[in-house]
């Protein structure tokens, strides 16, 4: 079965960092481009970084360039986001997703549960 | 950055009912647009990429259309599990966009 799992999640406070994961399996893992969307509260979908399929090229939203990193373990089959100085309009569900089509397409055809990040103080 | 606009916000319909979605953009995007669905408490479903072409499993009910700023999500009928909000996005210009969607509930 194909899956994405999330973890890492949890409260953090204003100006701290998190790091999360994603675990895939069912697929060849190495053979796609991998995405970050997030989702605040009860609110719409935001696109926050990709990374390409061997890791060496990423790009994030404006939102959170410089503060969030991407980045992945081919050999471990696990999609990675650090985040740092985190601010409380970043709380929301993060979502990792599969691209579409391998050499990148820019859509997301599987997707994780979802872990939940909150920032408050 | 391409602004994605749905319409209505919120569509009210029986089961057994046409359902029609719009998704404007602020710019063409030519027909790189992608539908999703999504429930409550579950992640998005990829329905539609392409402005037209549907996902693996999804129903033939569901259905894409349009191109360049106007695009179009029909379900031909309606069935209970159909309710939920559904999300427009684009992927022509960086960075990714989506639309802020349109809950479809139960009249």
């Known amino acids: 079965e194909v899956q994405l799992v999330e973890s890492g999640g949890g409260l953090v406070q204003p100006g701290g960092s998190l790091r999360l994961s994603c675990a895939a399996s069912?697929?060849?893992?190495?053979?796609?481009?991998m995405h970050w969307v997030r989702q605040a509260p009860g609110k719409g979908l935001v696109w926050v970084s990709r990374?390409?399929?061997?890791?060496?090229?990423?790009s994030s939203a404006d939102s959170v360039k410089g503060r969030f990193t991407i980045s992945r373990d081919n050999a471990k089959n696990t999609l990675y986001l650090q985040m740092n100085s985190l601010r409380v309009e970043d709380t929301a569900v993060y979502y990792c997703a599969r691209d579409f089509a391998v050499a990148g397409y820019d859509a997301f055809d599987i997707w994780g549960q979802g872990t939940m990040v909150t920032v408050s103080s | 950055e391409i602004v994605l606009t749905q319409s209505p916000g919120t569509l009210s319909l029986s089961p057994g009912e046409r359902a029609t979605l719009s998704c404007g953009a602020s710019?063409?995007?030519?027909?790189?647009l992608a539908w999703y669905q999504q429930k409550p408490g579950q992640a998005p479903r990829l329905l539609i990429y392409?402005?037209?072409n549907r996902a693996t499993g999804i129903p033939a009910r569901f259905s894409g259309s349009g191109s360049g700023t106007d695009f179009t999500l029909t379900i031909s009928s309606l069935e209970p599990e159909d309710f939920a909000v559904y999300y427009c996005?684009?992927?022509?210009?960086?960075?990714?966009?989506f639309g802020q969607g349109t809950r479809l509930e139960i009249k």
């Open positions: 996005q684009q992927r022509s210009n960086w960075p990714i966009t």
């Open positions: 392409d402005a037209s």
């Open positions: 990374i390409n399929s061997d890791g060496r090229s990423s």
């Open positions: 069912g697929f060849t893992f190495s053979d796609y481009w």
């Open positions: 710019q063409s995007v030519n027909r790189y």
